[in-house]
């Protein structure tokens, strides 16, 4: 079972928001500035204390911060001051950003980059790359980010703004540390330090110190992670920094609960929470409230634990923060295994599962956002703003020619020489309308082009799906081995991460089932590894348990398991069957999948060894072989959990185990064709409309 030891707090770098216009009017208190606002300054004084309030209000009240920024941006618009108008939209996107409300932030982002490129505002495009890339960034988009980073980057070096390239350096130092490039991290991180220390800023350096910690932490140097945070936590004292002080407080604690310092580090975690509570940053509630749980669990305090991770899962779901509730979910299985209380550890575990697959669906969605944004964005924009502007001068050349014409009726002289530059003009209309017609070729020829590539990738993806099926037993092999048996298999994509197998005679016969990591294509290259094991050690007369055994040491020492760095932690779930109808025998062995006996319309268990083959399995792991011995009339199942995790019904709920053994129960006295058939129809008709989710898989015998 998946465990963390931590709930480390993101490394946020949120300075631009904050520094990046130092004016003098700055250190003005609110209620100054307003006074100000509502006076008989210049308008250009007016414009500045606008700026400044807002800037002051966007580190606490988001809501306010929107309601004076709407009010500086028409003042702004009424006095034409484009340049403070963009800087109040920035604070407005940054007030958003600390609310953790991202769509919001990045709406008044952009706006602040269009006005900027408009008026070609170096700083200001500096700061508003930078702002963008780090909305992406929390939002695990890395790709996005880091082309945003280093756009800022080049405009920090443009115009020589030292702390504005600290900033940019804390930025990708964040970035390289989810990367888990600690070396790049540091080095990012230092520079950024170096640039705080010389500009004298405070908060910028009370950044660096608290991420310099956390790469030592990393890197197994607590001692030096501790004399970094300290540091930061004094500065953020020192400032009233109340935002910044949750981090500081929750990575201190979290060094001393890996000393078993736990008093202090319940202190530390308390306060964190305290802090975080107190100004409703529910982001930031989170990470206290896991490693507070953790804590009072390792004390023997299970209760009062519980009641921390539970609040933690709920404000990690309400904030869409799916790295953290799969931690948490982690943990609560954890703790109610350790309770005994095994259905709630069960129930964990596969919330848990779920939440990881979603965490590695988003991942590859947003590898393929980030190559079509990378190849197709940039040209397309490019040749759309070219046809908009060539239409655009052709329909301004029309009107003149219809001006032309109209001239021409008042005066004979001017309609010769209105004819002939309309002459001129229709040579000039030809030749853009020649040019219109080359750019619409040329379109259409790039989309022949990626129909043809995806006509050839859907051909090699039906290709594989030749080979793979080629590899399962056929029909006539099943009836040959299973002569009361059925086989019902309905992939979610061309090829399957799921797949069975046939060995043996009629009077001994093993019988397999196997559900890899993934489905699709990742998951059929995992099934065709999967079923290679499966042959080289299924022999007749071994125990299914001894082969789950041999198999997950084979497919961990192909994957290269053991090494944490490069080894690839997928792996299966399988169940094997061996059947001797002659004496009534099974012998059962199943990794995290049953065996199902309907026998008196009642469902007998034959449970598995809860632990799969490959991944965070270990070497050594035993796959324990169940004996039992069949009566006459008992139907048996081996099934992959596609379909117990099907959406459907009325409500759209999962299909789980309870609906599918009313389903067998149902059709048990059924002949082995029609109950196939019926099993098909009856989840077909539970599906609906609900798209499917996962390759489905059963064997009855």
């Not at 702390?163 to 390289?176: A, D, P, T």
């Not at 030096?224 to 300290?230: D, F, I, P, S, T």
Request: charged share 25%; with cysteine; proline share 3%.
């Amino acid at each position: 079972m998946p465990s963390v030891n931590r709930f480390p707090f993101r490394v946020q770098i949120r300075v631009l928001l904050l520094v990046l216009f130092p004016l003098a009017a700055a250190a003005q208190k609110t209620d100054s500035l307003e006074r100000l606002i509502a006076g008989n300054a210049p308008d250009t004084v007016r414009m500045e204390a606008w700026v400044q309030l807002v800037r002051a209000l966007s580190v606490s009240d988001a809501k306010l911060t929107a309601s004076k920024g709407r009010q500086a941006i028409e003042f702004a618009r009424q006095t034409g001051d484009e340049k403070r108008e963009a800087w109040v939209l920035n604070y407005m996107g940054g007030a958003y950003y600390y609310a953790s409300r991202y769509d919001s932030s990045l709406y008044y982002h952009e706006q602040a980059l269009t006005i900027r490129k408009r008026i070609d505002d170096w700083k200001g495009l500096g700061a508003s790359y930078n702002n963008i890339g780090q909305i992406y960034d929390d939002q695990g988009r890395k790709e996005i980010a880091l082309d945003y980073y280093l756009r800022s980057l080049d405009y920090m070096k443009k115009t020589n703004y030292q702390r504005g390239l600290g900033i940019v350096y804390n930025s990708l130092g964040n970035l390289y540390y989810y990367q888990k490039d600690y070396n790049k991290s540091l080095f990012y991180f230092s520079q950024g330090l170096t640039l705080s220390e010389a500009a004298d800023d405070d908060f910028g350096r009370m950044n660096s110190y608290n991420n310099i910690g956390l790469i030592w932490k990393e890197m197994g140097d607590a001692a030096k992670a501790l004399m970094y945070y300290r540091q930061g936590l004094q500065i953020a004292i020192k400032n009233d920094y109340t935002t910044n002080m949750p981090t500081m407080y929750n990575n201190i604690g979290e060094i001393y609960m890996e000393r078993g310092k736990n008093d202090s580090a319940l202190f530390c975690f308390r306060k964190a929470y305290t802090i975080a509570s107190e100004t409703d940053d529910e982001v930031n509630m989170v990470s206290p409230l896991g490693n507070m749980g953790t804590l009072l669990h390792k004390t023997g305090r299970s209760d009062t634990a519980e009641v921390c991770f539970q609040r933690a899962l709920q404000l990690s779901r309400k904030n869409e923060l799916l790295d953290y509730q799969q931690g948490i979910l982690s943990r609560l299985a954890n703790l109610n295994a350790s309770n005994g209380n095994f259905e709630k550890a069960y129930f964990y575990q596969q919330s848990y599962d779920s939440v990881s697959q979603l965490l590695f669906n988003r991942q590859r969605e947003e590898q393929m956002q980030n190559m079509q944004v990378r190849y197709d964005t940039e040209a397309i924009k490019k040749e759309s703003q070219l046809t908009r502007e060539r239409l655009a001068q052709s329909e301004r050349e029309r009107w003149y020619l219809a001006a032309v014409a109209l001239a021409v009726l008042l005066a004979a002289v001017a309609a010769v020489f209105a004819w002939l530059r309309t002459r001129k003009l229709n040579k000039k209309l030809d030749a853009q309308h020649n040019n219109i017609l080359r750019i619409n070729n040329d379109l259409e020829t790039q989309r022949e082009i990626i129909a043809t590539q995806n006509r050839e990738l859907t051909d090699s993806i039906n290709y594989a799906q030749r080979i793979q099926q080629a590899l399962l037993p056929d029909a006539a092999e099943v009836k040959r081995l299973l002569p009361h048996g059925f086989v019902f298999f309905r992939p979610r994509d061309i090829v399957s991460g799921d797949f069975y197998y046939l060995a043996g005679s009629p009077d001994d016969c093993y019988i397999v089932v196997a559900d890899c990591t993934g489905h699709g294509v990742p998951g059929a290259l995992m099934s065709m590894i999967g079923m290679e094991e499966l042959i080289t050690h299924l022999r007749p007369g071994r125990a299914p348990g001894e082969i789950l055994g041999d198999i997950n040491r084979a497919v961990r020492s192909l994957l290269k398991q053991n090494n944490t760095e490069t080894g690839a932690q997928d792996g299966m779930d399988i169940a094997i069957c061996r059947y001797q109808p002659a004496h009534q025998l099974v012998e059962f062995a199943g990794a995290h999948r049953p065996l199902w006996i309907v026998h008196q319309q009642e469902i007998i268990e034959l449970k598995p060894t809860k632990a799969s083959i490959g991944g965070f399995t270990p070497d050594d792991q035993e796959f324990a072989t169940t004996r039992f011995t069949l009566q006459p009339g008992m139907k048996a199942y081996l099934f992959s959990d596609g379909i117990v995790d099907q959406f459907g019904g009325s409500e759209g709920k999962k299909l789980m185990n309870k609906r599918l053994r009313e389903m067998l129960v149902e059709i048990s006295s059924l002949a082995p064709d029609q109950r196939h058939t019926q099993l098909a129809n009856s989840i077909t008709e539970w599906q609906q409309q609900y798209a499917q989710v996962d390759d489905m898989l059963m064997i009855g015998f």
